[in-house]
């Protein structure tokens, strides 16, 4: 059995259990005040270019909860794509801290400048909006669920709408890595410090056992974030095990190789399914591919592979996920197209 | 000016005032634990042919926000139409108390028992449901925002599927009273507590002042409903207030009588304005109207009438609300109609 | 029966029951934006001369929920004294919006400037606070629960440690006439603007049917206060009720002086009862009277009077509540009296 | 610097280290529901002797927010030792999820069945209980956060008075080994399924990197936890990590083991102490002890030991925290008895 199914299949990389290994009779004091979170906290903003906060989380609901507790007033929403992560995948964890997601029709995961302006427009434009929930953010994946990217031009022109209408701009990067190392991506990394309030550098899908480093922009959403952290659980006891992970995936651009490496085996995967003729749901170009297949095809591929059922597409053909990630070997890649 | 804005522009029937008079200066126990509410409950509960438990609440938000508390668990749920009134214009009050409200497209107001039962079903059918907001409740107004009506066999059908899908079942009745007098409604007080887990017959509204009477049917909802009544602050100090006036309202079958005025006089002013030709939005048979109208003409209307603005319908034409109430004269209608 | 068992046992004066009555078939628009409610918020800046925004909600819970709701970010908590309203008697209401609330040791139901200074620093000196729950507001209220007050130097002094300290200071009014108007009180509704953040003016316990007006002076708390009234259910349908009963109440001082009232009753009470060598458990100057009686003499009392239990004393006597009000008559007094 | 600040200053043991690293390049489905946590489940339920329900989340404030949100209904409360971690360490998270911890005064950090079973009959007593957060669960740590233990003949008490009383009782286990391998324990670790309805198996501070199982006895807990787990971030994407952590601490009884190992050495430092005639602020029998040392020493001790500072006893003397734990050798003991 070979799993396509996400790209959190294996644990880590070598390097990030090397430097587990290395560092664990050390002793350190605790939640994330030692010194290998400090040094990844300025390895961080060093390659990110910013002197914003940066604080390591264990996984991205969490890091999603904090920010968005963190930034809205209780009367407040935040606004997300239909298809985003916290409008559907984290068992109505922003309702549960009070937050109504207000959701979007998307286009491939995506959503746009102008349809943000809308929304908030159309709030304050009717005379019961204090009867009515108050779009105080935007939330955007990169990439999205759906695989697909924004471009520098419209993630401009979404952080623009949203500096202007008085809302904070939030981008989940659970997948960043695999966003930015893709052809079609004319973001970097040092990007995202000026498009947004916070970001989040996904740990858990790219390369390490898990973490994610949530980076404060915006300097009204600093305060007492700790806090919040730890009332949501969120502040591991033995923090330095975040540091440690986030050191190995910043020395020698580890996160941004590992990231190419998935990014070329997709693009390997991709080539090959297209030569057989294979169409796609969403035009991907990243680690997550969404190939619609017979279902007779699929039944017979589960002796052997796994991937995640995505949807019906008709009576006889499935959309289904296939995920590389840095842990994905050529051989399986290839042995995958030999059974398609 | 007379105002067709809404049906709660007056203040409350002269019996419910005359009863707020005589019982003034009387002395009683606080909370609703007087001798008004228990009969105000028994005449209630005699009129419905249920011994479900009855409360009074102030509002509808607030009743909402209880049933709901009250009903769902913290990872769970509540169906809604996309125009339900808990959707839209409670300031995320669901929200505020944890709950995801899953809305559902809906057409004149209404959605469907098909309609729940898929999504019930999807919830079930997809293999990350645990990482998704579980239905638990299906919430309907009856009458709709939009004016409309439930049949007995549709919300038979609703409360069929709600039973054998295992969710609650609650139904808003701020009018509940223009609906049942409507001529169109095959339903009648009684059937309400044999086809819900919940509802409540509105007050505020339906000639009082304020209050809504709360219906439990379910006995899986009654525990310790108060306990959560207050901590929602619903609990009014002076709780004999709700219970003199639901005694007036059900005295005499004034609640029924007073509905029936004001659905006579929609009917005279739908006929009215169908006779010039006027189309309507949505085709309610209750006491909110909501005709389509030049601008110029609204703009006109302006200066002696209240209207509700809702829609904009094309770049010369808009709908808008008027709704009767108890408290409209056959004299206000006729001089709307000689306006338009 | 005469009731003595607490501020609103009877309906209103008869001068807000008249207003009522009057207006009754006005038409206005809803939720407070009627301009009887415009009218009675610029009565009552006048009267406490402040230009703070004038909110009316119907309860006591639901006001302070709202303060506290506008005023926190989810990991901060309230310090209130351990007799205080929020603290015992509001269902959770507090913590169910997200908010710890931090007790204090009361004497006779108050807390002190250094009580609350001495909580704020033990807070910031103990390097585990960011696993604490921050305090951010202190509540008093005034007449306290125990019917005492704070003096304008104590009053002085606790505003001086939260603005000194970085918290806000709210102060609840629920029977905010009876102290007013106490003889031992040395402050008036004027300073109450200068002295507090927020603060409520009591009407239902103090001659309405049911009625609180919310004083926000701090700027800071201003913003989006209806969202979160409506969030809440606090905004009344018919919100032009409470503007037409707070200008009854404070046309003419009638506020003032119906609370005069009941204090003149609480002190021919009072001196009745030192003069029969009843002793009390908190010292009141307000017209809530705590007076030990034997246990025998109490159920004897319950043929004729309602009292509310309080606490054993000893294993013979206990201390019960006796409260006078507006609605109080002489003659009552004069009965209960006779009957100790 | 040697550190005695804590009981999770080190990594994980070599046991475990061993199995992740053994495991890494594995592919798993994600959340838990990988071969590796269902053997460690299966290990635990043999061990503890239950058919209990096993979960397992990254650390001890995400569990106990778990359990106390799938056991309270809105109006609950859990009532804990003033000095429980729920009550002072989790920076407000569970009034976040939106319920009172109801404190009660504590004796060396535990409380008693009698003062449960005060605490719930004082609540029903109140005639004005409706308006009282109801308790509804107990809740205390095993070791206390003081190092004391409760023995057999308490908690079967407690358990008594908690089924009496029909409220949940939840045993946090964040130190669990360390209390079971006391000489004073004369509990073993199949009583605890026995003794309560649902309790944890703190992995964080014995052995593992990080990690929490929780073991759900009562059945009425048990259904949808996952959903909730989700829903508060707990539920690891890399879930297997937990499972194979478990397997590598239950393999052998090397969970016992351990902690025996870090109890050894907390005796020969208490006997050290006690012998240079050093007074202890608690009796703790585990692996936390509290002993009370001059100040002038504790400052010179900082340059070479890590401890917990833990409060000032009187004006030269104060009480710190020196912690053992399954990391700790026997020379670092030596050198600090050296020291002192």
Same mark, same amino acid.
């Given at each position: 059995? $070979? ?30 005040? /030692? ?37 809205? %007033? ?11 992560? *916290?409008?559907?995948? #984290?068992?109505?964890? $922003? ?20 349809? *943000? ?22 939330? *955007?994946?990169?990439?999205? #669920? ?24 939030? $981008? ?8 930015? &190392?893709?052809?079609?991506? /004319? ?24 973490? #994610? ?37 910043? &020395? ?21 399914? #297209? ?28 002796? /052997? ?6 949807? %019906? ?28």
């Amino acid at each position: 059995m $070979i799993r396509f199914d996400c790209d959190y299949t294996e644990g880590c990389t070598q390097a990030v259990l090397d430097a587990l290994t290395k560092t664990n009779m050390e002793q350190s004091v605790g939640y994330g005040e /030692d010194a290998h979170c400090e040094n990844a906290r300025n390895m961080i903003k060093a390659v990110c270019k910013t002197d914003g906060d940066v604080h390591f989380l264990v996984g991205g609901t969490q890091t999603n909860t904090v920010v968005i507790k963190t930034a809205l %007033r209780p009367h407040q929403g935040v606004i997300a794509a239909d298809s985003g992560h *916290i409008s559907v995948h #984290e068992s109505g964890a $922003i309702e549960s801290i009070g937050h109504k997601v207000i959701t979007l029709p998307s286009e491939q995961g995506k959503i746009t400048a102008g349809q *943000i302006e809308a929304c908030v427009d159309a709030h304050y434009a009717d005379s019961t909006h204090e009867h009515m929930v108050q779009p105080a953010m935007a939330y *955007i994946s990169f990439p999205t #669920e759906c695989g697909t990217l924004y471009s520098k031009a419209e993630l401009e022109a979404i952080y623009d709408v949203c500096k202007r209408k008085g809302i904070y701009l939030y $981008i989940d990067g659970a997948r960043l890595g695999y966003g930015l &190392e893709s052809d079609e991506c /004319d973001l970097d990394i040092t990007d995202f410090a000026n498009l947004c309030d916070a970001f989040y550098i996904g740990g858990t899908k790219v390369g390490a056992l898990f973490g #994610e480093a949530l980076v404060v922009v915006n300097d009204t959403l600093k305060k007492d974030l700790r806090y919040i952290i730890k009332q949501q659980g969120g502040l591991l006891a033995k923090g330095r095990l975040l540091g440690v992970q986030f050191e190995a995936l910043f &020395e020698n651009d580890e996160y941004f190789k590992i990231s190419r490496h998935a990014i070329d085996l997709a693009k390997k995967l991709k080539a090959g399914l #297209e030569s057989k003729g294979v169409n796609f749901l969403f035009n991907s170009p990243t680690n997550q591919l969404f190939p619609i297949l017979p279902d007779e095809k699929l039944e017979e591929l589960l002796k /052997d592979f796994g991937y995640s059922y995505w949807q %019906r597409v008709d009576d006889k053909n499935s959309c289904v996920r296939f995920c590389t990630s840095w842990a994905t070997s050529e051989q399986a890649v290839n042995k995958l197209l030999e059974n398609i």
